[in-house]
């Protein structure tokens, strides 16, 4: 795959964002947060347009969690509403970078405008061979749940991790290499919990709205640094 004149001797495969801190970018501008989300939006496209252009095989976003739902009303309207208005207009940016865009998590909990729109989108850009993967109503949890349930309906009564793998929302995505968590706070927060297994974590203090290109690049180098063992020596 092509590469920009500027990037690390080493690329992952495959890179997933916790996009977090836009509600403390907002309140240290004295807006509300659904301020931050908005800006929130713009570093999205923003990463997203850079990790396209430097041939990042897949390339992963948490958008909203199991757990956000736990949110404000007027709060959760407005991220929803966000990725409705970029829902509506993203086919062609998707294309021009070649993903395959795959929503990860439970759809059933969207009304039912909002699913045919995502699966539309799957289905439109399905014959691309990498991967956008965005994390809607996505728990880590829930989704190895979901994956076990799913095998114990296909009559499976002994599963392998290659089943469990094969039966996540990921199934199509290549082993995950990097997280990198925005916003300061040093956790995963349910986020592709069997995928991290041998993920690089790297966090930095900067706020999503505030991340863009050159604290992707930032990302990328530490990682082309990082010596991953894999349990051997
Ligand atoms: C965005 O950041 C993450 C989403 C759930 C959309 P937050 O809204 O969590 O911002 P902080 O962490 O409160 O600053
Ligand atoms: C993680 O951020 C979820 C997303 C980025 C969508 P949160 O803000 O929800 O995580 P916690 O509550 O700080 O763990
Ligand atoms: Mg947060």
Known sequence: MQKADNS????????????????????????????????????????????GSLGIEAVTFY??????????????????GLMDNYLAECEKKIDEYAFRLVFLGDKSAFDDKRR?????????????KRILNIALNYGGRDEIVNACNRLIAMGKEHVTA????????????PELDLIVRTGGDLRISNFLLWQAAYAELY??????????PAEVNAALAEFSTRKRRFGGV
């Open 8 to 51: 690390p001797a080493v690329m992952p495969r495959h890179v997933a964002f916790i996009m977090d801190g836009n509600g403390r970018w907002a309140k240290k501008r004295g807006m509300p947060r659904e301020y931050g989300h908005r800006f929130g939006v713009k570093a999205f496209r923003a990463v997203l347009d850079h990790c």
């Open 63 to 80: 958008a909203f969690s199991t757990e956000n739902w736990k949110r404000p009303r007027r709060e959760v309207d407005a991220i929803l």
């Open 116 to 128: 045919a729109r995502m699966e539309a989108l799957e289905r439109n850009t399905a014959h691309h």
């Open 162 to 173: 290659q089943d469990l793998t094969q039966a996540l929302y990921t199934a199509d995505s």
């Open 203 to 212: 966090f930095t203090d900067v706020l999503w709205p505030d991340f863009g």
